[in-house]
């Protein structure tokens, strides 16, 4: 594998790890596993190699971060160099008033109801 960009491809764990999605090799990995991760659409294994120009999408810290891949990088490198490395294509985070007026369970209050499951649903636009 080679560190710089170049026209050779990168293992996906290795790949968003270099490029700070997540903090370790091993939570890259396992999110990878997890199905958390995926290359131009399709949920892949840790071993899959991303090429310049792909599309990962990654479940990173409850909010889903949608990047083009526009370097290749092996090793982990500076928060400077790993933002070029990508071109992000994320959705803007709700804004705060909206994550501020979300219900709030008590905790140890158990799972919510199917009821609240919708409101909720409905408060972060995943629902008509």
Do not use: C, F
Not at 12 to 26: E, H, N, P, S
Not at 102 to 116: D, F, N, Q, Y
């Amino acid at each position: 594998m080679t560190r710089d960009s170049g026209s050779r491809a990168v293992r996906i764990d290795a790949w968003v790890w270099a490029v700070r999605l997540y903090k370790t090799r091993t939570a890259a990995a396992e999110a990878v596993r997890a199905g958390h991760v995926k290359v131009n659409g399709i949920a892949v294994k840790p071993a899959q190699h991303v090429v310049v120009g792909d599309t990962v999408r990654a479940w990173v810290n409850h909010r889903e971060h949608i990047v083009e891949v526009a370097r290749l990088h092996s090793k982990r490198v500076g928060p400077a160099v790993a933002r070029e490395a990508y071109i992000d294509k994320s959705p803007p985070p709700p804004p705060r008033e909206i994550v501020a007026s979300m219900p709030r369970r008590e905790r140890g209050a158990g799972r919510p109801t199917k009821r609240e499951r919708r409101q909720m649903d409905r408060l972060m636009g995943r629902s008509p």
